[in-house]
């Protein structure tokens, strides 16, 4: 680690009651990151975002963020943050240009640079013309587009957003991943959690969690690469039989299903595409298609999730 | 059908009570508000505060003083001039004043001459105390001459041939708090249920969960009765606790019979809370519900009866009344506490209950109806 | 404190007021509606009592009492039973009030010089109009009895004027007839000007609720200027209806305003501080609009009709009601109304009361300012 950490956990943890949601977590995030937080549902990705932003104590563990304690000094972060909540958190009765300039206001975002950004913000989240519509009638892509202008509206060193693109069309998801390509360009730290694999593939690197910790922390190509053994595409004539055959075979390691899809992750691709024939079609199972491929993240999240539960279960 | 509308109570249940703060709050809050304000009213307008100015200093002034304190109603303490009346008057610190001229005894001996004029000023801006302090005024001032005249010449004694013998019934006491009471209880009970469920469509509506409601096979129907069931429960609770402490603590008496009474209160609780769920079918946020609803709270306790019987107000609103299940309610409420009465004697007044119940209903249903069409 | 941020939030908030029509009309206008309706169920100030009576004498005498009881507006005679058993019914059916029983016998003990007896039986139930009725009843029985017996006075040198030992000078200051609307207008304008505090509460608790307040408390927005963003505008939107129910009072009601208007708009922009003070530390532990309404009425409304003093005047609470009574601003505010409004007084005679609502808004904006956390 070269450059100093802009975001720094240790041991972190914050429970609800008897339930712990983040537990132990140790995070590292450098300058002009993007930060990708992936997880099942419940794996404490919001609550670790609301800790980092400190509108939330924790009950364990300390953090800092751009150099300040999130307990002891949580209104520099403030200053210096933008953060964006999973649910819709604007005014919806006022427009969006109201919407934008409250928080200009709240900033202290003043005279003419406070004009100029608006306008350079309406531009770029492409919500000129909308700008006197009431932010509650946006559809569901252009309020969160909003969202992000206004938390950006005091150029924040670093952007907490969290799981910003669910619920919105892919026209709309692409055009949003844009923007943040624009301001990672600029050198603008993102922290984002994501329930997508395609998006956290686009992230500097990725932060696994599940069950309140970190389950692995490193690049998309990394983690993808920590999978054991190769992997095949097969489409089955009858794919539920085709996995139950298949996962009692010695040389599989593991099936995972995508709707007709199976995809195995084998010792060998080479010597397993002439046995997998034979051996589903001793079942009465065909082999409709079949071919090696690469892993993707979801396959790398799913076989490291299972193995970390099959682990625990033990 | 049933087990929709059962889903849907659940449901409201596990919110209600999900909130810590919101069912102590809703069972409690009245219960501590009904027993201040049970205990504030138990006492009666009596011991006012009043300035009096002696001018006499004699034996009958003193003795008129007496009979001033006897009545209960005056808590004298004395002053020296006319301008301290003025004074412990504006400042609130007095709310009657009485005056003794000089020479008070003197006129009042000589039955030959003048009666003698005692002055009682009281403080019109606080109009119940100050009715009630000048009836007793009257009051004492007539027996106390009387008994002063009679002393003085025994003939005079045959002055006042009518003896007047005084029966009172349902309330021997004639305690005030045996009426304030019930009515304190049944507003507060009506409130608490009409405001609970005017916020319960009105949330739904503005946190976007209606939406999802009304996708689903739910009628709207069902969702009104599934919506009435908790606030009903909430109110009816709160109107059996609150009955408990009124009549262990406050001594109101219970000559009725309860199983009529939880009948009826039943009953009623389900047509007061019609009212909440129509100002809900109409609010678009919870913000509108509250300020519908606190208009309707507040016209509600007028016809209480609680300052006011209904029948000394003006016409129109004798007829706007009897929109109100309130006031046939306490009616009813108060015949069976107080009168030990039975439905023969108030059936009118659970008629109108019923009808009015039907109406609220019906309307409610098809607001809720029109609204989702928009 | 930074004003700037004070301002957006004023705005935004008085934005929120504006922008939901319905809320901003009823918001100005339900003070004002329900200071019209009660002030006009108030209007009325004379109580005739429904009375009955039972003659049982039937004689010209018993007539020509019977004549002198509904002589005034104050009774109404309303049934004549012909039995004791309808005097019962007549009564468990609160169609009348009280009955009076004349006796068999009445004009003949009248007329033989001995002291002739009737019974009046009431209903208890409403003791103020119960009360109001034995009153009434009394006071013509004697007047009547008076009347019958004048002859004998004469004979022993007592002149008709002396029936009435005593003369009682009755004054009512600043209410001569004592109108039922002088008094309860002014006091109930402190009751109303409590719903811009409730919806004060509400507006805080509804960030919450919707989720706004996360993405509020995640900026560099300070406490204290997120409050009296909060609070300001409420407080405008309360002052604004002030001048409407002092119209309501002087042009509907016909009650003269005897004080100076300034220093009563100015008491009523510090009983809103103190009523929206309250209502803020109240929406800080309200998770849910829910919670806030629910504990706003239970502080506003109830406590505001039965404790401020409006019917039950302050001076005769117990020791621990007046405390009560004491912390709760429209206690204050109904004194100070009624002092500005009815009779005339200045800021010499309402200093305590002003002064204790200075109090009461400090020490609960201090406790909001203290509590609220910028945290989830």
């Not at chain 1, 003419?112 to 892509?141: K, M, P, V």
């Not at chain 3, 019962?88 to 059916?93: G, I, P």
């Not at chain 3, 119209?247 to 708009?265: K, R, S």
Request: net charge neutral.
């Amino acid at each position: 680690m070269t450059s100093r950490l802009i975001i720094e956990t240790d041991q972190l943890a914050r429970a609800f009651g008897d339930v712990v949601a983040v537990d132990g977590l140790c995070l590292q995030v450098r300058p002009g990151e993007i930060f990708g937080l992936v997880g099942p549902d419940g794996a404490g990705k919001t609550t670790t975002i609301r800790l980092l932003a400190a509108i939330m104590d924790p009950t364990g563990g300390s953090a800092r963020v751009a150099g300040f304690d999130t307990v002891t000094e949580p209104e520099p972060i403030k200053r210096r943050i933008g953060y964006m909540a999973q649910r819709f958190n604007l005014y919806g009765d006022l427009s969006v240009w109201e919407n934008l300039n409250f928080f200009a206001d709240v900033f202290e975002v003043a005279g003419s640079e406070r004009r100029e950004r608006i306008e350079r913000l309406l531009n770029f989240a492409r919500l000129t013309e909308f700008r006197d519509r009431r932010a509650a009638h946006l559809s569901g892509g252009m309020q969160k587009k909003l969202a992000l202008a206004c938390t950006l509206i005091h150029t924040p060193e670093i952007i907490f957003l969290d799981e910003p693109t669910t619920g919105v069309d892919p026209v709309s998801r692409r055009e949003f991943w844009g923007i943040l390509t624009d301001l990672h360009l600029e050198g603008i730290t993102l922290v984002i959690s994501t329930p997508y694999m395609d998006e956290a593939e686009r992230c500097s690197r990725v932060g696994l969690m599940y069950q309140g910790s970190l389950v692995v922390c490193d690049t998309p190509e990394r983690v993808k690469a920590m999978t054991r053994g190769e992997l095949i595409a097969l489409w089955p004539s009858d794919p539920r039989r085709a996995k139950d055959i298949l996962a009692r075979h010695g040389e599989v390691l593991e099936v995972q299903t995508y709707g007709d899809q199976l995809r195995l992750f084998v010792r060998d691709a080479g010597s397993a595409m002439g046995w997998i024939d034979t051996a589903l079609a001793a079942h009465g199972v065909e082999v409709l298609e079949m071919r090696p491929t690469r892993p993707r993240m979801e396959e790398a999240f799913i076989s490291l999730i299972q193995g970390r539960m099959a682990s625990e279960g033990s | 059908m049933l087990n929709r509308i059962w889903q849907l109570i659940i449901k409201e249940f596990i919110q209600l009570f999900r909130d810590r703060l919101m069912a102590p709050f809703v069972l409690l809050g009245p219960l501590t508000e009904l027993l201040m304000i049970a205990w504030s009213t138990s006492q009666g307008i009596d011991h006012l505060p009043t300035a009096v100015l002696d001018l006499d200093q004699s034996n009958a002034s003193r003795g008129l003083i007496t009979a001033m304190v006897n009545s209960e109603t005056f808590d004298p303490y004395f002053v020296a001039s006319f301008d301290e009346i003025t004074e412990e008057i504006d400042r609130g610190r007095a709310l009657v004043a009485w005056t003794i001229p000089r020479g008070f005894q003197t006129q009042l001996l000589d039955l030959s001459g003048d009666a003698p004029a005692v002055q009682v000023i009281v403080d019109g801006a606080d109009v119940v105390a100050a009715q009630t302090a000048a009836e007793v005024a009257q009051g004492v001032v007539a027996s106390y001459g009387q008994q002063v005249a009679v002393q003085s010449s025994p003939a005079a004694a045959g002055l006042f041939p009518l003896d007047v013998s005084l029966r009172v019934w349902f309330n021997e006491e004639m305690k005030e708090s045996n009426y304030m009471i019930p009515s304190e209880l049944g507003f507060i009970a009506a409130a608490i249920t009409a405001m609970v469920a005017s916020m319960a469509i009105a949330r739904e509506r503005e946190l976007g969960t209606l939406e999802q409601l009304m996708v689903t096979p739910l009628r709207s129907v069902e969702l009104v009765i599934g919506k009435s069931v908790m606030a009903v429960a909430l109110g009816y609770t709160e109107f059996l606790l609150m009955l408990g402490m009124v009549v262990w603590l406050f001594d109101v008496p219970m000559r009725g019979s309860y199983p009529l009474l939880m009948v009826l209160a039943l009953l009623y609780m389900l047509v007061e809370l019609g009212w909440g769920l129509m100002i809900s079918a109409v609010a678009r946020t919870q913000m509108q519900a509250l300020l519908i609803a606190f208009a309707v709270i507040m016209v509600m306790i007028i016809f209480s009866g609680y300052a006011f019987p209904v029948e000394t107000m003006p016409r129109f609103m004798q007829i706007i009344a009897n929109f109100f299940p309130l006031k046939h309610w306490l009616v009813v409420f108060r015949s069976i506490l107080l009168k030990g009465a039975g439905v023969s004697v108030f059936w009118r007044e659970l008629l109108a209950i019923a009808g009015l119940g039907a109406a609220i209903y019906t309307g409610t249903v098809l607001l809720l109806r029109r609204r989702r069409l928009q | 404190m930074n004003w700037r941020r004070v301002l957006s939030i004023m705005r935004k908030e008085w934005w929120h007021i504006t922008r939901d029509r319905a809320s901003f009309v009823l918001l100005m206008l339900s003070p004002v509606l329900v200071l019209v309706t009660m002030g006009y169920a108030f209007s009325v100030d004379i109580k005739d009592v429904k009375i009955g009576v039972l003659d049982q004498d039937l004689s010209q005498l018993s007539r020509a009492y019977l004549a002198q009881l509904s002589s005034s507006g104050a009774l109404r005679l309303e049934a004549l039973p012909a039995s004791l058993s309808e005097v019962e019914q007549l009564l468990m059916r609160g169609q009348v009030k009280a009955v009076v029983v004349i006796p068999r016998g009445f004009e003949r003990d009248l007329k033989a010089g001995r002291t002739g007896a009737v019974q009046v039986v009431v209903d208890g139930t409403d003791p103020s109009t119960a009360g109001h009725a034995i009153r009434h009843i009394g006071s013509h029985t004697e007047h009547f009895a008076a009347q019958q017996v004048g002859d004998r006075l004469a004979r022993l040198g007592i002149s008709l004027n002396r029936l009435e030992p005593i003369e009682l000078r009755l004054r009512a200051w600043y209410n001569p007839s004592l109108r039922y609307t002088v008094s309860m207008i002014p006091a109930l304008v402190g009751i109303v000007l409590s719903v811009p505090a409730m919806a004060a509460s509400l507006a805080l608790a509804r960030e919450r609720e919707l989720g706004t307040l996360e993405g509020l408390i995640a900026t560099p927005i300070g406490r204290t200027e997120l409050i009296a963003g909060k609070l300001v505008p409420y407080m405008l939107a309360g002052l604004l209806s002030v001048p409407l129910c002092v119209a309501t009072a002087v042009y509907g009601y016909n009650l003269d305003f005897h004080g100076n208007l300034w220093l009563y708009l100015a008491l009523s922009a510090v009983f809103l501080f103190a009523t929206m003070s309250i209502a803020l530390f109240i929406s800080i532990f309200a998770k849910s609009q829910q919670v806030a309404i629910m504990a706003s009425m239970i502080i506003f409304l109830f406590s505001g009709f039965f404790m401020s003093g409006l019917l039950i005047p302050f001076a005769l609470m117990g020791p621990l009601l007046k405390l009560e009574a004491f912390m709760f601003p429209t206690t204050h505010f109904v004194i100070i109304s009624r002092g500005i409004f009815v009779k005339g007084v200045g800021l010499g005679e309402l200093q305590g009361y002003s002064i204790a609502l200075v109090g009461i808004g400090v020490v609960f904006m201090a406790l909001t300012v203290l509590m609220f956390k910028k945290k989830l």
